[in-house]
């Protein structure tokens, strides 16, 4: 295939358990989770962390993904209709709804904070417990625009 045919693909970098803060001219270890939006499968690819002159470490793809996916489905309260464009925030791991309400969010097991959140919404908290594969429902509800006085001179 000539090169001009193809395209590339965006790849979805994470990196976690990362130590902080980082002391130059030592060594550290992390996690490293790589997605392909074409859905191209990456075990074995390598992965390099590069400062700015050199190759400072290398470690290859797995192929079992870490666990903990999360996935979120918004619905406004009233008429359980998908709410697209929502903010959703799990600790520091972020996405937004797609047009059916719906969000995934890769990160590894354990306790976050979800904050759901869209201008002209009420904003929404609540704890989740990431163990495994994860559906979250979510309901959000329209915040009324409070009535204000205007002047006109």
Do not use: F
């Amino acid at each position: 295939m000539p090169a001009e045919d193809v395209t590339p693909h965006k790849i979805s970098l994470a990196v976690w358990d990362l130590q902080s803060p980082l002391v130059v001219g030592r060594s550290a270890k992390m996690k490293v989770g790589a997605k392909c939006s074409a859905g191209c499968p990456l075990t074995g690819q390598d992965a390099e962390i590069h400062n700015r002159t050199e190759v400072r470490g290398r470690g290859t793809l797995g192929p079992t993904p870490w666990p903990g996916t999360s996935a979120l489905k918004v619905t406004e309260k009233k008429t359980d209709v998908p709410v697209r464009d929502v903010e959703v925030r799990l600790g520091p791991h972020r996405g937004s709804t797609d047009d059916l309400g719906s969000a995934k969010v890769e990160l590894p097991k354990g306790a976050y904070d979800l904050v759901v959140w869209k201008l002209g919404y009420r904003a929404l908290e609540k704890a989740v417990e990431v163990t495994a594969d994860t559906t979250v429902q979510v309901e959000i509800e329209l915040d009324p625009e409070p009535e204000q006085e205007y002047w006109m001179g």
